[in-house]
């Protein structure tokens, strides 16, 4: 709820109006289902909607014999994008979802065809226009959530098929989302409050843990065509680089209490020392040995978290 005091206090609203408006959040946010089940309810539909959207490419690709990105792009956005927006526009939210998950999973499969690189050059920002719009006709969390990570997702695959380098195509999105998480941190008055009360917590969440996640695989060896030279170097310094990043997101985390960086910060950087022990450790440590030492380190990092008493965030 600080969110909302710092905005309206930045508006100029008065402090009976902005006590009402925390109470009709509070009681809003009390009736809609929690942030875990909106969240799993989404992955199971965006699942449900990957398999219905590579059926509706190989439909439409096989039965009206397309061979081209472009027309397929249109038909399957004409045939969805449309009956979504309007769902959403008349709170049929469930339908609305589906069908938009649909749409966006499907186009956006096609933007990444390699056959017609130059096309997907203009065609993946278009389809990137129409997610972002998306995003902002989404009311429940976990559909934005799930929207995010599909934007996520085609990408990193448009950058990889645009630039043919899977570490530098990592490195430009994890980029690409830091940029996105600095613009969100700051409240920006210029975008309307109920936008900014909707999608920037989601927004800030995904893009976090978007960015740690294209981290993470950047310290993997296999990423890497040739582990001489200038790319070993590139390797041993993001080894190092997300280590110590992911432990000041942690520590940042409880300083300014913040579960999102405490939980996304710990998660990577717990599983950054289990991929190194099975990468470094498992010929030159006794295994029970390294075993126990992670264990206690786990308890460790538990009671501090606990010790802590994070609150969730708004």
Known sequence: MEEIRTLTESIGFEEGRTQQLIALTAERRNREP???????????????????GTGVIAFL?????????????????????????????????TVGMTLMLIGLIASGAVTGIPA?????????????????????????????????????????????????DAPFSL????????????????LTPAIPFHLQARLRPVLLTATVLAATLFAFILTFEGVYDDLAGAEKAVLTAYNVLFFAVT???????????????????????????????????????????????????????SWVVRRGGLRHEA
Not at 171 to 185: C, D, G, K, Q, Y
Not at 282 to 300: C, E, T, Y
Request: charged residues 10%.
């Open 61 to 93: 690709a096989v039965t009206l014999n397309i061979k081209s990105q472009l027309p397929l792009f249109l038909i399957i956005s004409a045939g969805f994008f449309p009956a979504a927006f309007y769902c959403l526009s008349h709170r049929l939210e």
């Open 116 to 164: 017609e690189r130059q096309v997907a050059l203009w065609l993946f920002p278009l389809w990137f226009v129409v997610a972002v719009l998306a995003m902002v006709k989404q009311r429940q969390a976990g559909a934005i959530f799930t929207g995010t990570l599909v934007v996520e997702v085609y990408l990193f695959v448009y950058l990889i098929g645009q630039l043919e």
């Open 247 to 301: 432990g000041a997101m942690v520590w940042f985390g409880r300083r300014q209490n913040s579960a999102r960086l405490v939980w996304i910060g710990g998660v990577f950087w717990f599983a950054f020392l289990f991929y190194k022990y099975y990468d470094l450790l498992w010929n030159l440590l006794d295994k029970s040995l390294a075993l126990i030492l992670l264990g206690v380190i786990f308890i460790a990092a």
């Open 171 to 186: 490195s430009l999105a994890v980029l690409v989302n830091l940029i996105v998480v600095v613009s969100l941190w700051q």
């Open 34 to 52: 929690s942030r875990v089940r909106q969240v799993m309810t989404a992955a199971i539909t965006a699942f449900g909607c990957l398999i219905v």
